[in-house]
């Protein structure tokens, strides 16, 4: 914990980034390690989850850094969800019934950018390029990298290791295989993959559809979306199975069938790609998986933090803000001003472990909302009385999506907890006809709505605690 | 699905013997390979889970190969658990409230050597002990082994291979590093480990404790049980953190410490076990992890079977019944003529995969019940309800562990499901007041709890469906 410690970090991405810029802030030495060049200098990033949706818990750890502004003015607020059907039948849901509650598409490479650029003015960071961690010696705290483009490997030894090397973590194999300690590991694919495509703005550089949503076109088994960046275009990404259903990824290989399936599920987005046949067969299909791991630290040595801690898959738009919330949540525990870098990894991952576990699960729910229930009646009509009771009842209604998203405050854990006890009561008042919606609710009825609810919420979690005994 | 293919088995354990066995009946060729020495001839058991549970769904599948009898003759009925307290005082609870309803302590060594024997019988099997397998080249079907003797390296090629190699898992181990596909894998560990010790014979050669039962010293944070052997002695398992807690496996580590640990927590138990001090530094401490993985096979060519596709902590009592249903799941696929092995192994994994989770989970909440809840006031009312239950109606009700233990007709994720759902009612029916016991309850008391609990369990069960959408 001194300051003078050397402090190595491996990942130059959003989460180490943003780690070496707080902890350059406290006044550490750092030296930060980046595989790939820098993308300040040179493109890198096609056909990989080239924006991601930006809110409320990554702003927080934004703002600790000074940071929260700067991101916004790269940002296009999304208000809600805008679902496309079969025959081009469009309908809105908006993410929240308050004013002020949105989330935000950013592109990955220009927040890196900014964060990289504000590392860099620290006279106590050095950022190194092109060099590949190929394996940590934990004992020792000796990362050993491989330079990019002269092939040459070299190693660097450091007082403390942080791994924030993302999903495929580099510090994180070698956890498994060094074998010091009893190390619990997951890694779950799901069967679906995906693949990005591109609607390019329109001739006068504006966006052809709503750039204030997120745009679903769900069907089940299946699914697109579609997230809008500064220059008039829109990110797609086609969610399908490898290997199930009529169409998936390892029957889509002529362009003729690729066409057919689009013709067929996703006509009005067709229309918008024009280069779907070069983007379909050239950029990658990428697996969707979910890391949980633990412990995440090595004595008083090495700590896995972000992706490297905690990948999950993308469906409820929280993978970089959980991400930056863990700096942040990090950031806190440093002002308990621990004796040591063991007690402080140990105290981060017992405050953060079970939060990350929850988010990791939630974003596997989403998954299935996205795809097949946001199109299902009871679930929109559910919807639909969530946003009724958020605006009527700003403070004293919170659905799961904005625990999860706009309450900032309130941990994942909770946020699941609450929100899965929540979303069951609702679902099943809809059902025993408890609570009906119209157009016109009056405050009375919705407040007999909210009363029902938080009722039976309450029941439910205190059912389930004595459940667990 | 020739009968002339070669079939090579890695590992002639529990399951992997009675795999052997029973493709063997059905006419096909085996080559058994197995790390050990044969165990008929050496003693290599000490210190590892001398003995086990065996109950109905273990018995199905050796009936299915005609070893239940011989199975039944080297096996010890135990009808219930026996609690031991700090005091000494004890109380029992029975496994169920039917008549003919109980487990079996038997020696894992005994009945792999009956297993075997019967093996051996057949002119189509032949087994190789000292035959380590160290990789397989899933995509050649050849497996890699290393003889313990000479320590020469040899490979067999097969046909189809089998890896029933235990949570260790050879096979399992080629799936992850050779990448030919997503392999979604996990290996959790409790924070608890274990060490066996011994409770020996008396004088007489007679058991020193009831031998029709299940011993149990639950302390909360960790505890102490005892499953009874033939020649008299128990093998007791301590079950404790490694490094939590006032005494863990960390600074248990002088013979005053030990001693101090047992007077205080388990006197009664301490007076019994001579050998202590031998036993507990000489005795390996075992991790205690669950392995959970998907594909279980690749292609047309290999599958994982036992605990070498499900590893699961011991608290139910099932891990070598589950291995053993495993074979009797199989043999089941194989009775509907599926065209070719890649057909059989996906049916099979279809047909099986979530009963091997939810045991799997099951396995897990036991471990709070037996270390923890099994001294609760609720929890105990809890049960003496449901043995008077399941005596007065014996065709109507079945409590979570009846279902899992008893019912091998109803698959593992039916009774998890089922089950879960009861306890809660139940659990929250007698916070509620909602229902009593009393010493002699009338039947028409017990008939109108049956009602409630059948009411409230649907009820629960409707909910979560509609909550699932």
Redesign the interface.
């Known amino acids: 914990m001194n300051k003078q410690d050397k402090i190595l970090i491996i990942g130059a991405g959003l989460c180490g980034s943003l780690l070496a810029l707080r902890l350059a802030q406290r006044g550490y030495k750092i030296e930060l390690y980046e595989s790939r060049p820098d993308l300040r200098k040179v493109d890198i990033s096609a056909g990989r989850s080239i924006n991601l949706a930006l809110s409320d818990r990554g702003l927080k750890a934004l703002r600790l850094c000074g940071m929260e502004k700067k991101a916004k003015e790269i940002s296009i607020p999304m208000y809600g969800r805008f679902m496309h059907d079969k025959e081009g039948n469009t309908f809105e849901s908006n993410y929240s019934g308050r004013e002020g509650e949105y989330i935000n598409s950013i592109s990955r490479g220009d927040l890196n950018a900014i964060l990289l650029d504000e590392a860099e003015k620290h006279e106590n960071v050095n950022i190194h390029f092109n060099s590949s961690c190929e394996n940590v010696d934990i004992e020792n705290t000796i990362a050993h990298f491989k330079d990019y483009k002269s092939k040459r490997k070299f190693f660097v030894k450091a007082d403390v290791i942080f791994g924030a090397d993302g999903a495929g973590s580099a510090l994180r194999k070698s956890y498994i295989s060094e074998r010091k300690f ?8 799901l069967n679906h993959g995906y693949k990005e495509l591109e609607i390019p703005a329109d001739n006068s550089g504006n966006h052809q559809i709503s750039k204030s949503h997120l745009h679903i076109w769900p069907r089940g088994d299946f699914m697109l979306i579609a997230l809008p960046n500064l220059d008039g275009s829109f990110t797609v990404t086609l969610f399908l199975s ?1 290997n199930e259903g009529e169409y998936n990824f390892e029957n889509l290989t002529t362009t003729e069938k690729i066409n057919e399936f689009f013709e067929k599920e996703f006509p009005d987005a067709l229309a918008l790609i024009p280069n779907i046949k070069k983007e379909f067969s050239q950029n990658p299909t990428g ?1 969707l ?1 979910t890391v ?1 791991c633990s412990p995440w630290s090595y004595l008083n040595k090495t700590l896995l933090i972000g992706d490297a801690a905690h990948a999950i898959v993308p469906f409820y738009g929280q993978g970089m803000n959980a991400s930056f919330e863990d700096v942040f949540v990090f950031d806190e525990i440093l002002n308990q001003e621990l004796s040591d870098w063991k007690s402080v990894f140990k105290a981060y991952e017992k405050a953060r472990k079970k939060d990350t576990d929850a988010i990791a699960d939630l974003a596997i729910d989403n998954f ?1 909302e996205m795809r ?2 946001v199109a ?1 009646p ?2 929109k009509e559910k919807r639909k009385i969530e946003m009724d009771l958020e605006k009527t009842f700003p403070n004293q209604y919170f659905s799961k999506y904005s625990l999860v998203t706009f309450n900032e405050n309130i941990v994942y854990n909770e946020a699941m907890k609450r929100g ?1 006890a929540q ?2 009561a609702l ?2 008042l809809i ?1 025993d006809d408890e609570v009906h919606t119209h157009l016109n609710m009056t405050k009375e009825e919705l407040r007999s709505i909210l009363d029902k609810v938080i009722h039976e919420t309450d029941k439910i979690l205190q ?2 605690k ?2 667990g ?1």
Chains 1, 2 share one sequence.
Do not use: P, T
């Open positions: 009893l190390f619990s590991y997951s890694q779950n694919y490898y697996a998986g949980k299935y097949d229930h299902n009871l679930f899965r979303d069951k679902l099943n059902v059912e389930d004595i459940a005994l």
